[in-house]
């Protein structure tokens, strides 16, 4: 194969999943891919990092010991090549909404590369809640593979990564037409519950229990509203939260 893009790719549900291997499979028809990811099952971990973590050679390639986030700093800074663009999935479930950004290894392995100067995509697959769970067949993956391998072959040279430092993209199971893709923000919409039975505590996602019910509060243009009426979400983001500046803080120090 004759290409100069590097990828670092990396998931959260661990290297031998079947997204991992889809994803792998796909991307490596355009560009030349290093496989650096976690060992065993490293879900909702978020951007937890260890100060040492173990390394195995894979038939893919590293195996480690840990968080998506300590796979994204061991491929950049230790096994390289040093890569133009780090992809993050395919993640077994959507990964939907603001609140997630912070909770999900998949996407915060994403974060991590941008906090790093690498442009990054975090991709996952939307499983309907009356389907969960379940862990699809490798095919299954295709939509959200197309998907990624159209960003990763167009996005930075269309100067995307000028003004996102990461992309995060949900696609739909393959449906009888392929799926467009539209830009969208995540979702404010965030409901928890939670439900004491004994000594034990059960917390339930109430937004997911709505989407499989079809009430859907999202508005239009965000990403849970695009993933269920079966498009391609793809959220541009950026990794520094940001700092609103105003008078009420500034008067509150200056009593201090």
Known sequence: MD?????????????????????????????????????????AVGRAMSSEVGVEEHELGFAIAGTPADCVVAGLEALGPYPDLVVSGCNTGANLGAYVLGRSGTVSAAVEAAFCGVPAVAVSLYIPEEEWPRTPEIEEYAEACRATRYLVERAPSRGVFEHAEYLNVNAPLPADDPAPMVVTRPSTVYEMGATQNGD????????????????????????????TEGKVSVSPLTAPHTTEHHEALDRLAADY
């Open 3 to 43: 290409t100069d893009l590097e990828i670092l790719l990396t998931n959260d549900d661990g290297i031998d999943s079947p997204g991992f291997r889809a994803l792998y499979d796909a991307l490596s028809a355009v560009a030349n891919v290093t496989a650096v990811a976690p060992a065993s099952d490293q879900s």
């Open 200 to 227: 034990s505590i059960t917390l339930h996602d109430l937004s997911w229990e709505a989407m499989s019910t079809g009430e859907i509060d999202d508005p239009e243009g965000t990403d849970r509203r695009a993933i």
